[in-house]
């Protein structure tokens, strides 16, 4: 697995295809703590539905990166379209892990120093949670099962609007509406990391699955 996660870094790193979501949230990152005199969690809030635009954004792209032809032969490389999958889930998760690390970094450094351990770790571990949530509605809306860019685009923003809006499915809104209170709790915080895995990983076997089908 790990030869295939170095590939897809590879691929995404020369296609640039990640300048623009990085840019765009280190932007809205470096706008937001340019004056932190705030408590950390509403800050995170912010944040933390960023990273879950940019994460499904990032799983797009890379999935986008290679051509029909392309995508066979690296799955037959891979030994399954599953393990090649799961590879692009993991690279994505680990880059926003990346910049979830970066971002309470950057907080912790322009608060002076000033934020609890505790408050840090959630920050942290919410970053983690909805990255994973992005990269699961993002899965469906990639070019595995959605063929035309348009369609991608307008799919993205539908499934990423619920994830970070609905009130009816507790997917990342639980999470953002407690942190934006200043008032997540850890029980909260384990719920929404189980949720965010079981979502992932459900995402990933079913868009495989559809996709091996089809072909």
């Known amino acids: 697995m790990i030869p295939m996660i170095r590939y ?15 840019l765009l949230y280190i932007g809205t990152v470096g706008v937001l703590y340019s004056d932190n005199a705030g408590p950390a969690l509403p800050g995170f809030a912010v944040t933390c539905g960023a990273l879950l635009i940019v994460a499904g954004w990032l799983t797009i792209a890379l999935v986008d990166v290679e051509d029909a032809v392309q995508r066979t032969v690296t ?12 590879a692009v889930v993991l690279t994505v998760l680990a880059c926003s892990v990346g ?11 322009s608060h ?10 959630i920050g942290l571990l919410a970053h ?6 992005g990269i699961a509605v993002a899965l469906p ?3 595995l099962v959605v063929p035309r860019i348009g369609y991608t685009v307008a799919a993205a ?16 809104f639980p999470l953002l509406l407690a942190l934006s209170a200043d008032s997540a709790s850890t029980a909260l915080l384990i719920r929404s990391a189980l949720v965010a895995a079981g979502v992932l990983v459900a995402s990933t076997l ?10």
Do not use: N
Not at 99 to 109: I, K, R
Not at 112 to 121: E, I, V
């Open 141 to 143: 809306c990639s070019a």
């Open 157 to 172: 923003a539908v499934l990423f609007g619920i994830a970070l809006l609905a009130k009816w499915i507790p997917l990342a």
């Open 112 to 121: 002076g120093f000033g934020y609890s351990p505790s408050d840090l770790g």
């Open 206 to 215: 079913l868009v495989t699955t559809w996709f091996v089908r089809r072909a």
């Open 99 to 109: 910049l979830g690390a970066l971002t309470v970094a950057g907080s912790e450094v």
């Open 75 to 86: 799955a037959t490389h891979a030994r399954s379209m599953y393990r090649m999958l799961f």
């Open 8 to 22: 897809q870094l590879a691929m995404l790193w020369h296609s640039q295809r990640y300048l623009p979501p990085v």
């Open 128 to 133: 983690i949670a909805c990255a994973a949530f």
